[in-house]
């Protein structure tokens, strides 16, 4: 989730790796550097899933938290990273649920996608005419509309650079889902700025 | 890992295909991706989107991206130690305990001392002025065994006699019949001992070998209700007189001893100016009880754990009530009671009472993750409505008296942060 070459990828996942095992050992000092290797990485994905820059520290703060409690029985079979933005999506969708009712599955269909009234395809580019910082700006604003789902692939994607396996796995859904989620996701992204 | 292209390659690609993110991230295989490219060449409506898409996967990379507060990794740091074990909040709970330990032990004290001072003196007795000097002597190296006994209590001995809550321990006998028939066997010498009741009875069963085989709530048992000896056996820390008696007859860790039940109601810093004396109430004392962090996810889990502490058989009491004059009665039906245990576990600490085996056993089956929604007591209270929700009165009585030695291990219930309710099923 780094967007840099694969083997500083490993090496970063070799170093998480030591630091784990130091930190289960009962280093503090290892827990502290996995949290400053990560920390700028959690905010900014709390900030884009949880809308809310204050409420992003708060749920950072219990993602390292529960990371802590929970640092023993990570098995190292997948990345820390990837298993630490996994607990970091988890706060979020946890903090939504307190902020609003769940929505009823019967908007959803066989197919995974909502039901909800379909917008129309827009007629004319969204971003035609447009300076990449407004788009941006109108874009950030529109992130927090789009449904939890998409909203989660798309910011995992775009502006984590995730890989697709790497949303996968911390989203705990088949690859061919984060496909089909990240596509709506930018499609009703593009409805919501059409719209704005 | 990615979708195959139709076989007709001139048919129209839908604008909702994912195959369009795809090329756009560069994830197709080149023959799909010239396939798509393609489809996109010869549609105005998909070349739009996909200027869109493109558009929006650019921009949204360049959002700026919220940086941590400073100081942000010392303020999670800070949490970490204050919500792992041993950490500040657990301190500040045991603080707290020690205080409310110290103060009952404080009454304890005093009531033994009252109860002395009430005991009709027998002649010859320590309150005639011990006329003889061999009784003294006698006394003293009873109380000598005694401390020594306590001093070498195994640790969860020593604990489990801490814990006997009052009034709990007059309903339970405790390893009563096998205490008797062992305390049958003391070596007569030390009856010449004449002071009162069980303290009596405490420096017999102490000034044997066998009393070391003995059950430390069997000792305390033995030694009676309200007595010195009991009470020094259930703070399992020996009281500043017997210390010095202990000091008198020669005891070279008598002066530890003597230190440490005079510390024993002491502001801790005490202790660290006096290492000899904190090491030996260290070891003497049983205080204090596991300190246990419940964690309960929102009011469903807390009313859950209520319930499953209803069914368990086991009861809470507030920590500032514990030992107070309600009675171990008022408080038992108010630890049966869902509503009052539900409500008391919105206290930040209290005491879980219980048979010892039973509140590891429910310690174990909240688990360190605690009770979340969804975690049913259905299970539980079926099994407790069998094991014990229909016996008779007599038959519970029965199975008290039969019953492991009571614990009081302090709780704590917290809220637990970030918790993910089970997913709906379909």
Known sequence: ?196 | MTATMPADDSAPLSPDDPRLSEWIDGRLPAAEAAAVEEAVGRSEQLSRLVADLRAIKAAAASLPAMEPPAGFVDQVMQAVAETSPGGDDDRIVAEEWREIETERLAGERAEADADADLTPAEPGSPSQGRPWPWMSLAGALAAGLLVAVLLNLPGDEAKQVAMVPDGVESETAVDEPEAADMLADLPAAVEADQVAGGNRVARKAAGSPEAAALPANALARAAGPGSRGDAELRSGRPSEESARRQLDGGDPAAPAAVAAARLRTQPDEKLAANPEAAASLTAAAPLPPEVITIQVWGAEGRKELGELLVASGLRLEPAETAGDEAGPKARQEAGRDAAAVTSLLGDEAVFLVGPADEVAAFLTRVGADGVAPGETAAEETAGAEDASGGARPADRKAAAATAPAPVRVLIRVREAPGFTPPAPQP
């Open chain 1, 1 to 196: 989730m780094t967007g840099q070459p694969e083997g500083m990828i490993e090496q970063q996942s070799e170093a998480d790796g030591a630091l784990v095992a130091q930190a289960v050992a009962g280093d503090a000092e290892a827990f502290r550097g996995l949290v400053e290797r990560h920390q700028d990485r959690i905010v900014a994905l709390l900030r884009r899933l949880s809308g809310c820059p204050e409420q992003a520290i708060d749920l950072a703060q219990e993602t390292f938290l529960a990371a802590h409690r929970h640092l023993a029985s990570f098995r190292q079979e997948s990345r820390f990273s990837t298993w630490l933005h996994a607990i970091a999506v988890n706060q979020a969708r946890a903090a939504a649920r307190r902020r609003r009712p769940v929505a009823s599955l019967d908007a959803v269909g066989a197919d995974g996608r909502s039901r909800l009234a379909e917008p129309a395809a827009p007629e004319v580019s969204v971003s035609a005419g447009l300076e990449r910082e407004e788009l941006a700006r109108r874009i950030g604003r529109a992130l927090d509309l789009l449904d939890d789902r998409f909203r989660e692939v798309v910011v995992l994607a775009d502006m984590q650079d995730a890989s697709y396996e790497e949303i996968a796995a911390t989203l705990e859904i088949p690859i061919g889902t984060v496909r089909s989620r990240l596509h709506r996701g930018r499609t009703e992204l593009r409805m919501i700025l059409a719209e704005s």
